[in-house]
């Protein structure tokens, strides 16, 4: 132990004098602009290449940047990461993302109209059914093995008898909880056009569905769906719904259409397999008999029902960064070989359905399925978040905003701090312009991401994706050609500079997505996030459905 903390203090000496020596060539303060630019990002990419922009009108070369010149001698990108365990600083970007969109679809806003908050909405949770007897929670009552576990208790999900357990069931449905999404989907736009007398082919002409959900891992390992169901009118949130559409017939629908929907898969049994004693798997999948739905109410509702729109935003966006590795205690990346598994700290019932999907995936009748390759997320392969194209806008749009938004502060800073060229030139190791002016750091960091996005942004009427004007406006008046040209360096800051985002870094002030009303209180200990929150208590995770 003593050998390993001098190895740590002698190896940060030596990053500290190597800062020295950069700081007394005048390289620290431009290399510390372009790290605080990833906002504490864990393990940014790196690109190297070149940039030229160009008016097409005149000719003229309006600037250009060639990663040489930047500080670091590359161009440094946040990874976008949405998972916590992976990158803390983009999960919780990406959170706050999530809020907004979700939020928008329930309130207005974000180019949503905000009488989408009239119309009818519900929030709906579809859980798995049961594989096997586990340790829960069942209210006030004991478990079934006779304990009543703590909050904490690492035995909460796990099979009261491992050897019985449908593990083949459970990785199967998991992996057939897309399916199953999409065909209740399908059954739900049945149930919504008999319940209003129409067909399914007519119902277009009178209403839309819109929807966005979120998938959640239980404590078991199963998948379950949240999600917020809305009727708009024929055209759109900005489009009034029938007289005909209300809550009650919302509700009814969900119930119906979670009910009727079977997913059908043959696979073989287990019999001849490392563990016969367990039963074979199912051939039909379906949602559990667990259904909850919920009226939601608007941010202003002070009455005795606690589902407001902020309060769904903020309960959705909060699984946004989660997977199965918070809830679980699996693994957070995909794995190469299952002998892999033996250098990380799993608990058993993860392990025993990693080994699952691994095996099950090895089978020709299962190849379609992809198990090896999402074992680590215990069979689940499908998107964990979705949303209907009328729900509200999108993430790509909320992105865009917010690089237009800061590229006006830079250019205001700019202006009201001008810089020296000669001096910029030199501590950056930059080149000036023809016009004289030095590309500084700050503004190509900034514009040189937005290029590696190009494709990606909403464009306006006759402006080419991922073209923008110099001013940051969309509009067919745009004349600036981008010639750009990227390569993969690497990810994650070398030595140096990771020492120097260590030392800069601070810690993140705490931002709340500020409900209507108090939260409820949190289990001490549980870091799923499984707690006695109002939107999921008549749903009691790891139970036997």
């Known amino acids: 132990m003593s050998a390993h903390r001098g190895s740590a203090l002698e190896r940060r000496a030596r990053l500290t004098a190597r800062l020295a020596k950069l700081a007394a060539a005048g390289y620290l303060a431009p290399l510390a602009r372009q790290i605080g630019s990833l906002g504490g990002c864990a393990r940014p990419i790196r690109m190297t290449g070149h940039r030229t922009r160009l008016d097409t009108a005149t000719g003229q070369i309006l600037d250009h940047l060639d990663t040489r010149h930047l500080p670091a001698g590359e161009l440094l990108v946040r990874c976008g990461n949405r998972r916590a365990t992976r990158c803390p600083a983009c999960s919780t970007l990406y959170r706050y993302d999530t809020y907004q969109l979700i939020a928008a679809g329930l309130r207005g806003g974000k180019t949503v109209p905000t009488s989408v908050a009239t119309h009818p909405r519900v929030f709906a949770t579809l859980t798995a059914p049961g594989f096997g007897p586990v340790h829960n929670q069942p209210g006030t009552a004991p478990c079934t093995c006779g304990t009543r576990h703590a909050d904490g208790d690492p035995l909460l999900g796990t099979p009261l008898n491992p050897q019985r357990y449908d593990y083949t069931g459970a990785v199967l449905w998991n992996a057939h909880a897309p399916a199953l999404w999409a065909r209740f989907t399908t059954h739900l736009r049945r149930e919504i056009a008999k319940a209003a007398g129409l067909t399914q082919r007519t119902l277009r002409h009178h209403a839309t569905l819109s929807y966005a959900k979120v998938a959640e891992y239980q404590k078991r390992g199963q998948i379950h769906f949240h ?75 002070t009455g005795d029902g606690p589902v407001t729109d902020r309060h769904v935003a903020a309960y959705i966006a909060k699984y946004a960064t989660k997977g199965a590795e918070t809830t679980t205690g699996t693994l957070d990346r995909r794995l190469r070989f299952l002998a892999e598994l033996a250098q990380h700290d799993l608990t058993d019932h993860a392990r025993r359905m990693i080994h699952t999907a691994w095996h099950l995936g090895a089978q020709h009748q299962h190849t379609h399925l992809r198990l090896r390759q999402w074992a680590h997320m215990l069979g689940f392969r499908g998107h964990f978040s979705t949303r209907t194209r009328h729900y509200s806008t999108t993430l790509t749009h909320l992105r865009a905003e917010r690089t237009t938004w800061r590229g006006r502060q830079d250019d205001a800073t700019s202006a009201s701090t001008p810089l020296d060229p000669a001096t910029v030139g030199l501590h950056a190791g930059q080149e000036p312009t023809s016009e004289g002016q030095p590309l500084t750091d700050r503004h190509s960091d900034r514009e040189d991401r937005a290029d590696l996005t190009a494709g990606h942004t909403d464009p306006g009427p006759g402006h080419r994706a991922g073209h923008r004007a110099k001013d940051g406006r969309s509009g067919g008046a745009d004349t600036t050609l981008v010639i750009s040209h990227w390569q993969y360096a690497g990810t994650g800051l070398l030595p140096e500079l990771a020492h120097l985002a260590e030392l800069l870094s601070t810690k993140p002030r705490p931002r709340t997505e500020q409900p209507s009303r108090p939260r409820q209180a949190r289990r001490a200990g549980d870091p799923a996030g499984h707690t006695t929150d109002p939107l999921t208590a008549a749903v009691q995770t790891g139970a036997i459905a």
């Open 227 to 301: 999600t917020v169901i809305r009727i708009d009118g024929p055209t759109g949130p900005a489009s009034t719904p029938p007289a005909w559409a209300t809550i009650g017939l919302l509700d009814h629908a969900v119930r119906a259409a979670a009910n009727r929907t079977r997913v059908q898969h043959q696979h073989p049994s287990r019999a001849g397999e490392a563990d016969p004693a367990q039963s074979a798997g199912p051939t039909a999948f379906r949602f559990g008999r667990q259904i909850d739905v919920r009226a939601i109410r608007s941010t202003d509702f």
